[in-house]
């Protein structure tokens, strides 16, 4: 007489390694997701800057300054709620905080405007440290710990905002 041994289940060591392997492949895909996120974050930024500035330019399109009037000389026009906002510009940034387009250096030989961008980590800051932007003022970017310039390293930790300053 023959007796038949029913082994037609799984094992608990073959079930462990299948939760391992689905484990790291979840890892992998949770890594690729954010970076992706912060890729169009950062492409989204990049975007609504230039539509800014170029908005910001026309506006002021033979002007001498870009204050409330040619005769205003206090700097510090608060450009995107005076006028961008009104024109129907998203002035919300993905990081969740709000663009703020302000006059500088209006009395001088270059008048220009930045752009403020908040809540910025401090990967992304490297990334539009190094980045080449169209008509800005030497390449000068701010940010609220130090001065950075193209090249230069952003601090550790979480940036406030950098200021990206156009002519």
Known sequence: MLIRKNDSGR??????????????????GISGYSQAISKINRNNVVEQVTKLAQE????????????????DTSGGYDIGGEILKKM??????????VYTVTSVN??????????DIPNVSTQDCLYFT?????????????????????????????V????????
């Open 56 to 71: 910001t330019r026309g506006v002021f399109a033979g002007r001498t300054s870009y204050n409330k009037s040619d005769t």
């Open 130 to 158: 190094t980045m080449s932007w169209m008509d800005t003022l030497d390449n000068k970017i701010e940010n609220t710990t130090n001065t950075a310039y193209a090249g230069n390293s952003c601090p550790e930790g979480e």
């Open 106 to 115: 209006s009395t001088g030989l270059n008048p220009g405007f930045k752009i």
């Open 11 to 28: 094992s608990i060591v073959e079930m462990l390694g299948v939760l391992a392997i689905m484990g790291v492949i979840t890892v992998m």
């Open 88 to 97: 129907g510009l998203k002035l919300e940034t993905p990081y969740g905080g």
């Open 160 to 167: 406030d905002t950098i200021s990206i300053y156009f002519r």
